[in-house]
């Protein structure tokens, strides 16, 4: 009895996770680490909005340090993005090979750099609000600590870590295409049958031997 082996669909090379599984704790370390840096940057970029303590104990700001608020979700969007495209990049450099896991492990990575990016951000920053603005002097100027006020900030890095790989995807040329047999041409030294013809007796005869 024989038996015929199926032919596998999966991507994964030979080896499968003992392959793969290292590059992913790489991807993941390479996240921590932009996100560390994003998170430091963040920090030094954002100009923080400050409260001047009054006579009384309490805080007032500008118009214009309320309009200042949203810089610091304004300045992590954009840092967000420009890391997120990298870590796409990246993902879709080493797991191209992968299928659809590839973007799933870019999402992965850009939310992993983006909660660090965050974390760093605030631990960088200047600290808790309330404690320092109860330690404050009349007159002082107190700034906001670094954070976000909008959950869909981090969204934005997942979304521009797949974005560089769905349009490569989409937009690249098809693998498979390289992995197409070439059609077998017939040699040039193969002729033709020469046609035949019946002559008016039944007798078939090859139309050269007719001329």
Not at 20 to 27: G, T
Not at 89 to 98: I, N
């Amino acid at each position: 009895m024989t038996t015929t082996p199926v032919a596998s669909t999966s991507h994964l090379p030979a080896d499968g996770p003992a392959r793969v599984l290292p590059w992913i704790a790489i991807l993941a370390g390479l996240s921590i680490v932009v996100g560390a840096l994003g998170g430091v940057f963040w920090a030094a970029v954002v100009k923080l909005p400050a409260y001047l303590v009054g006579a009384d104990g309490s805080g007032t700001m500008t118009e214009r340090g309320l309009t200042e608020i949203v810089s610091g979700d304004a300045w992590y969007v954009i840092v967000g993005v420009l890391i997120g495209v990298g870590l796409g990049l990246v993902a879709w450099r080493w797991f191209r090979p992968l299928g659809w896991p590839t973007p799933l492990l870019a999402i992965g990575a850009g939310l992993v750099a983006g909660l660090v990016c965050w974390q760093v951000g605030q631990l960088v920053g200047p600290g808790n609000f309330n404690d320092r603005l109860a330690a404050a002097s009349p007159g002082d100027l107190v700034r906001m600590s670094l954070e976000l006020h909008s959950w869909s900030a981090l969204a934005v890095w997942a979304f521009a870590a797949v974005t560089p790989v769905l349009l490569i995807s989409s937009l690249g040329p098809d693998d498979e295409e390289h992995h197409r047999k070439p059609r077998v041409k017939r040699p040039a030294s193969v002729q033709l049958a020469e046609p035949e013809s019946v002559d008016e007796r039944g007798v078939v005869t090859a139309e050269s031997d007719a001329e």
